[in-house]
């Protein structure tokens, strides 16, 4: 199949659609054919019809009836195999392009930022890539069948009325601009009623994410019912825009059934009174069929009419998935330079870090040189840009100005994916993902032997938990790690690191309290983690920052203070304060 590129325009769903689906094309024009043959007997069947009451009024003969009867079977009959290969074909690719379109999201999601991602709900995200590639599916599954049968009705209605009664053409003619027109009127109010109906659906989408996550300390407070009372509001929302859409496509539906209705019956009658008064040689068998066709045409356009709101929700869903394929927020790395080899000496270089809306910046003219191996700490208080500088170093926030080298390359020239390979993270709260232990710990690498997991586990004082299991490292743990403490939730994350022999690690410790056996055991495991590796860590913890190399200290996102515990606390200053509160 050919994979090129997919692009979702938000000013043009449609036409992005229409793209999207090229790489099917043989697939659809076969269907299309197939479909012709398949609903044959809408339009051949009139003829039968009429032809049978022409025998009715001449009084026979009746064996002409009976050839009559052969052809309608024949007819109706061959519409079981024509319509399974035309699912198959049809449906086929509308299947193969929702997963392109599920793949593709998932794939952009990973090029997003950091940044993106910190801004944006996941749940929202979730709502794109599952709801909105099932709008698209079910868009596509519900119109196929009603336009291309009322496209084929409308030739063939087209080509038998211009065979029996070609008085009668005009007519067909009429019909389109009616249809158009209905859709035109209404066109406008359907994309805004969509859109504010599907942003509603995503505030809703996040708050139920947010009531989730918040569950345990909802429950711990007591406030069930402030929680409830904030999805409420925004079910609330939900239940007001979808009824106002549904209003809006109920009066689209009964406009266009009217305006179609009325053009059948005002035709027929129309071809009655001709035959009456003679001006057109009709026979009543010719009324009987354009009254067949005239019902046919409108019966089809009236519901290709009513697939429009299908449509405007499918279209609203294709700029849903757009608005994050033209999201600006991207991390690029194609066609930089891919580091197979990493020493691990960083330099940042007068980096600055200017978040976006935010009115100083988080970093501030740092410069620093790290050695590789060396263990640097940071310390500082809360908001002093710790979390900004080691995301800085990991290429997760890009700087405003400056540069950060690493081997004395510009991280900017640098594949980000490529470098990340050799960096290992242990954030402060360790996530884990619903899979064993084992599979928690070798993420991401293929066919770890038992020796090495062990070994890591091992070194990250993981064994006693493990061995703590019913099925070992073969026990799955919940989402989160929910089935494990804090402090074991730590040592599998270090076990993590570990596996992977990073070059560099870069360590948020936690900052709550461990009992101090849990501490001894994370200790001993960091110490077999940071040996030989250049490690930079946000250090909450006396034991990390004596062992460090350096020490720096941050405040307002600028370096007031760099050298060793005992330099540090010989000079006084900003850090000797800062452990001064600690120790007290
Ligand atoms: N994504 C962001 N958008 C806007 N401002 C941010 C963002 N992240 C951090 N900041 C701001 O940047 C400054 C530095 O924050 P940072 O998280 O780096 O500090 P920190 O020293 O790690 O704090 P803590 O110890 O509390 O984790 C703070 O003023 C913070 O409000």
Redesign the pocket.
């Known amino acids: 199949m050919n994979e090129n590129p997919l692009t979702l325009a938000r000013d043009k769903p449609l036409g992005s659609l229409m793209r999207a689906l090229a790489p099917f094309r043989s697939e659809l024009v076969i269907s299309a054919a197939i479909f012709f043959i398949k609903d044959s007997p809408i339009w051949l069947l009139p003829t039968i019809t009429a032809a049978a009451v022409d025998i009715v009024v001449k009084g026979g003969p009746l064996g002409s009836l009976g050839w009559l009867a052969v052809a309608a079977c024949a007819l109706l009959l061959q519409n079981y195999p024509t319509h399974v290969i035309f699912t198959r074909l049809y449906m086929g690719s509308v299947r193969a392009l929702g997963a392109r379109l599920r793949n593709e999201m998932t794939a952009r999601l990973q090029t997003l930022s950091i ?1 993106f991602h ?1 801004r944006a709900s996941s749940a929202v995200m979730q709502n794109k890539v599952v709801r909105d590639v099932e709008n698209i599916e079910v868009m596509f599954s519900q119109i196929g069948n009603p336009t291309m049968s009322a496209v084929f009705v409308f030739g063939g209605a087209v080509v038998m009325t211009a065979v029996n009664v070609p008085e009668f053409l005009p007519v067909y003619a009429l019909s389109v601009p009616c249809g158009v027109g209905v859709w035109w009127l209404m066109r406008r109010r359907a994309r805004a009623r969509n859109e504010e109906f599907r942003l509603e659906m995503e505030r809703f989408s996040s708050r139920v994410g947010e009531m989730t996550t918040l569950i345990p300390i909802t429950r711990a407070h007591g406030l069930e019912d402030v929680a409830a009372a904030r999805v409420a509001q925004a079910a609330e929302n939900v239940r007001s825009r979808g009824l106002s859409l549904d209003l809006l496509n109920g009066r689209f539906n009964a406009a266009s059934w009217i305006v179609f209705q009325l053009l059948a019956v005002g035709c027929l009658l129309l071809a009655a009174a001709f035959a009456v008064l003679h001006w057109v040689p009709i026979s009543p068998g010719q009324v009987v069929l354009l009254a067949t066709y005239f019902s046919a045409l409108t019966g089809t356009v009236t519901t290709v009419l009513n697939l429009a709101p299908l449509v405007s929700k499918g279209s609203e869903s294709v700029r849903s998935l757009a608005e994050l394929m033209e999201e600006p927020d991207r991390e690029l790395n194609e066609g930089k330079r891919v580091v197979t080899h990493v020493t691990g000496r960083i330099e940042l270089r007068d980096v600055s870090v200017v ?1 976006p809306e ?1 009115p100083s910046p ?1 970093l501030d003219g740092i410069s620093l040189e790290i050695e590789a191996g060396m263990t640097i700490a940071f310390v ?1 208080p ?7 500088l080691m995301n800085t170093v990991l290429g997760f926030v890009r700087p405003s100005s400056g540069t950060v080298l690493l081997d004395g390359v510009d991280m900017n020239t640098l594949d980000l994916r490529g470098v990340r390979r050799h960096i290992s993270v242990v954030p402060q709260e360790s996530i884990l993902f619903e899979g064993t232990v084992r599979e928690n710990i070798t993420y991401g690498l293929e066919r770890v032997d038992d020796a090495r997991v062990m070994s890591a586990v091992r070194d990250a004082n993981a064994l006693d938990i493990i061995k703590g299991l019913p099925s070992g490292w073969n026990t799955v743990i919940g989402e989160r790690g929910a089935r494990l403490s804090g402090g074991q939730r730590q040592r599998l994350s270090i076990a993590r690191a570990l596996i992977r022999d990073p070059q560099i690690l870069l360590l948020d410790e936690a900052t709550s309290a461990l009992d101090s056996e849990s501490e001894i055991k994370i200790q001993a495991a960091l110490e077999g983690l940071t040996a030989g590796r250049t490690t930079l860590v ?1 250090a909450h913890r006396l034991s990390t920052v004596k062992r460090a190399d350096a020490i720096v200290v ?1 405040e307002n ?1 600028r370096i007031v203070q760099t050298g060793t515990h005992a330099e540090l606390l010989a000079t006084g200053g900003r850090y000797a304060d800062l452990w001064g509160l600690q120790a007290r």
């Not at 809360?382 to 900004?388: C, D, E």
């Open positions: 940044g910190a978040y935010s988080a500082g809360s908001g002093s840009g710790k979390s900004s946000v941050l996102g």
